[in-house]
């Protein structure tokens, strides 16, 4: 029998209501520190961390749908709410919505974990989107 996800409307962002740069005071209801994980997978991270820093912002981007809606029900059953999630693309999503100096860190672990025969051009770090990304927009910078 499949598990059934449940949907957060109040976790979950959705990019066709995004419109211009995000208002990350709008979207978490304070102003506090922002943190991004690209590739949130199942949103283990993102729970550890949002649970152990309650006064840090976390947003997950996740480009897998089932892992996307996978993180949503994880996310919303934890009842945190400093944690949001997006199923966009990353790069396009950062440049795009994103404002500069809004974001503390980004987190970035496994956003293609496993070896596989991947085009180049379709993996994160690759020349033609590492050109996309704008400088980090972080006072301070975690690798």
């Known amino acids: ?42 949103a283990a991270f993102l729970l ?12 997950g981007i996740e480009w897998a749908r089932k892992y996307y809606r996978y993180s949503v029900d994880r996310i919303g059953r934890w009842g945190l709410k400093n944690v949001r999630i997006i199923r966009t693309d990353a790069v396009d999503f950062i440049i795009n919505f994103v404002p500069d100096n809004s974001v503390e860190c980004f987190h970035i672990y496994f956003p293609d974990p496993w070896p596989k ?23 301070r910078r975690h690798y």
Not at 5 to 34: C, H, M, W
Not at 49 to 59: E, I, M
């Open 117 to 139: 025969k991947t085009p180049p051009q379709k993996t994160l770090h690759c020349p033609r989107k590492s050109r996309a990304y704008p400088p980090l927009p972080c006072p």
């Open 1 to 42: 029998m499949a598990k059934i996800l449940n949907d957060y409307p109040s976790v979950a962002l959705k990019p066709e209501d995004l419109n211009g740069r995000i208002d990350f005071t709008q979207i978490f209801g304070r102003k506090n520190p922002v943190h991004i994980e690209v590739g949130s997978g199942k």
């Open 48 to 59: 550890n961390q949002a649970k152990a820093q309650p006064d840090v912002n976390f947003l």
